[in-house]
Nanobody, 118 residues
Framework: QVHLVESGGCLVQPGGSLRLSCSAS????????MGWYRQAPGQQPELVAT???????NYAESVKGRFTISRDNAKKTVYLQMNSLKPEDTAVYYC????????????WGQGTQVTVSS
């Protein structure tokens, strides 16, 4: 079975930090482009960050300098370290595994809620 399971979301105060984790099973993890997306209430989903199998990263402008994506291929896990959190970071965060370059459909996790509020 192919699964992506996110964890780490919770309520945090503005300026605080969180680390999200996404554990994969049933896939050859190191081949995949891994990413984090988020969707706030009433808004379209947006890309937050991606990391290639070679550890090249890409970030949305809104999170550059505050968020860091990383991966551990041995643990089949991708992380999103979020610092200096703002209320506008409040959203459901989704993990994505992308291997469309080889014709494989993307895989999504179930999402984890991050709420930034005082």
């Amino acid at each position: 079975q192919v699964h992506l399971v996110e964890s780490g979301g919770c309520l945090v105060q503005p300026g605080g930090s969180l680390r999200l984790s996404c554990s994969a099973s049933g896939i050859i993890f190191y081949l995949y482009l891994m990413g984090w997306y988020r969707q706030a209430p009433g808004q379209q989903p947006e890309l937050v960050a991606t990391i290639t199998s070679g550890n090249s990263t890409n970030y949305a402008e809104s999170v550059k300098g505050r968020f860091t994506i990383s991966r551990d291929n041995a643990k089949k896990t991708v992380y999103l370290q979020m610092n200096s959190l703002k209320p506008e970071d409040t959203a459901v965060y989704y993990c994505n595994a992308d291997l469309r370059r080889l014709g494989v459909s993307p895989i999504w996790g179930q999402g984890t809620q991050v709420t930034v509020s005082s």
